[in-house]
């Protein structure tokens, strides 16, 4: 092959190498910290050189699909878990991290058709099923917060047979679907009775609420409501100028 077809031919493949990797890890074949083959392996495959191969898992990078670690390999990128405005916190790592015992109850789970409602929530306009789950989250034997969650089964089809008995959806969540856009409301509420009781404070008391919202590539894939004693949790963001 003449340098001049080889130069001709680089862009068309490069957006194949990535595509590729892009459908197995927004499919899920590729989890989150999956280590993507190593740059010699691709070579390989592709039948194609470091340089086209590099460009490819640049652009992924770019993207927060994957990370690169020097001298160990590249890996399909993991959210990272803080307790903050900007971040996506696991619950139970968090609780875990402040020292606590946590603990888990499945309020109820129910796999249906999407009402309108649901699909006005997840901001979707075709019919299809979702998961629907509550569920409540302690520290020390103390209630921590209460979530509300619609997962889109056409987005994420594997979360239908996920036990949500034994591991809270966000965490399910974080460790097997990578997602590529989030966004956060935060508001505040007053318990009505049922919040009250679900998170043991008194009608009329204060509530922390955070309303989320998880992409991966303009498909919704989950939506979620966290509701959170207003004097017992807060949110911390830190910004830097430029």
């Known amino acids: 092959m003449s340098l001049a077809t080889d130069a001709a031919e680089k862009p068309t493949l490069y957006k194949r ?3 590729d990797i892009e459908k197995r890890i927004l499919t899920g074949e590729w989890p989150p910290g999956h280590r993507i083959p190593f740059e010699h392996q691709l070579m390989a495959r592709y039948g194609c050189s470091r340089m086209t191969v590099n460009k490819a898992l640049s652009e992924l990078a770019q993207a927060d699909l ?3 670690r020097r001298r160990a390999g590249s890996f399909v990128r993991r959210p990272q878990h803080m307790s903050a405005v900007l971040k ?3 619950i139970r790592a968090e609780i875990t991290a402040l020292g606590r015992t946590y603990g ?3 309020i109820h789970r129910k796999l249906r058709a999407a009402t309108a409602a649901d699909r006005d929530r997840l901001g979707v306009k075709k019919a299809g099923r ?3 789950i509550a569920c409540r989250h302690s520290a020390d034997n103390v209630p921590f917060a209460v979530e509300d969650r619609l997962i889109d089964l056409s987005s994420v089809p594997e979360a239908a047979t996920a036990d949500f008995a034994r ?3 966000g965490s399910w969540l974080l460790h097997h679907v990578p997602w590529t856009e989030a966004e956060h409301t935060i508001s505040a509420i007053v318990a009505d009775d049922r919040t009250a009781e679900a998170l043991d404070i008194a009608v009329g008391a204060p509530c922390l609420v955070i ?5 991966r590539s303009a498909r ?3 939506a979620v409501r966290l509701l959170y004693p207003g004097d017992s949790h807060r949110l911390v963001a830190r910004f830097q100028g430029g």
């Open 220 to 222: 919704t894939i989950t």
């Open 66 to 68: 994957i990370e690169r």
């Open 130 to 132: 979702v998961v629907a």
């Open 211 to 215: 309303d989320r919202y998880t992409w």
């Open 167 to 169: 591991e809270p959806p």
């Open 17 to 19: 190498i990535r595509a």
């Open 88 to 90: 996506i916190a696991d």
């Open 104 to 106: 888990y109850e499945l």
